[in-house]
């Protein structure tokens, strides 16, 4: 399923910008929880935290590391009736990543990210209100 959608994504051609219906980029600022795998051969943990702020062309995920650079950014897109996909590109029609967004009872996001390159990198970031980043 993973494969198949992120196939899908990476065949998709003109997918402009976009964004689910009242859903403004400053919605997901802020610092997350991220746990899964990585996409390394045999593959290895995630589990750190990064913070997640606005960027112009989407929302920028960098590490909780003094200094460190982002490492993607996620843009807002549709694919057919999905309008809750962020997808982080390596060109317009490779998508390195994509993460499907929700909210929990607190009206905090949640995301479900998966890759069919890369090795399989598939992780989940939620918010961590309490915690700070150095960047």
Do not use: H
């Not at 689910?20 to 997901?28: D, H, N, S």
């Not at 990543?97 to 995301?111: D, E």
């Amino acid at each position: 399923m993973t494969r198949t959608l992120a196939a899908a994504l990476a065949l998709a051609s003109g997918a402009g910008a976009a964004m689910a219906e009242g859903t403004p980029p400053e919605y997901f600022t802020g610092v997350y929880e991220r746990v899964g795998r990585d996409g390394a051969t045999p593959p290895g943990l995630l589990n750190d935290l990064v913070r997640m702020n606005p960027v112009p062309g989407g929302l920028a995920v960098t590490p909780c590391a003094e200094g460190a650079e982002p490492l993607f950014v996620l843009g807002f897109e549709t694919f057919g009736d999905i309008q809750n996909l962020l997808v982080a590109r390596q060109s317009m029609t490779v998508v390195d990543l994509w993460c499907l967004y929700g909210n929990n009872g607190a009206n905090y996001p949640l995301l479900t990210c998966a890759s069919g390159i890369s090795g399989g990198t598939k992780f989940m970031l939620w918010p961590k209100p309490e915690a700070t980043c150095g960047n």
